[in-house]
């Protein structure tokens, strides 16, 4: 095992995955997350034929195993909190504005805890910057996937087949 990177303030980490390209609707990536507490994954220049909504799965679970509370400022300023249960880790502000096609400008971070425990349900934090095409929406997530199995797989998901994305994963110590 490989060291590629060594972050300030002593975090280690190694790329699981780089640069894969995203298409269709829907992408899963092998991981083998042994030996790291942590999973840093980055998702980026997505777009699609027409608008589209982005979310998150993990060992393609696609029970109702994702519980989330997100704070989201839209395109117009307007800053909300909602949560739930679904069926995937949302990436957009899904059911009110999804991604213009035609916008590369899409970032989501993703940091998952505790990847390789078979006892715990996996804490989930992640960061979207979301362009609409007039303007910006922000939005930070937190949530948990309700599941005890250690981390095998990420799928992104997207309403519409992708057109363009890339994904790129880390292991983290």
Sequence with gaps: MALTKLQAGGVASNLLASNLSLSGTSTSI???????????IYIYHTDAGSSYELSVRFNSDSGSN???????????????????VTTSLFLN????????????NNYHVIKAFFVNENDVWKT????????TGSADVQMFNAAHWRNTAAVSSVQVIS???????????????
């Design 66 to 84: 994702y519980k989330y509370m997100r704070t989201v400022e839209d395109a117009n300023g307007s800053a909300s909190v909602d949560g739930g």
């Design 159 to 173: 309403t519409v087949a992708l057109t363009s994305g890339e994904i790129k994963i880390y292991g983290v110590f």
């Design 30 to 40: 092998n991981v083998d997350p042994t030996g790291y507490n942590h999973l840093l």
């Design 93 to 104: 502000q899904t059911g009110a504005a999804g991604f213009a096609s035609g916008t590369t």
């Design 124 to 131: 989930i934090e992640s960061n979207t910057i979301q362009d």
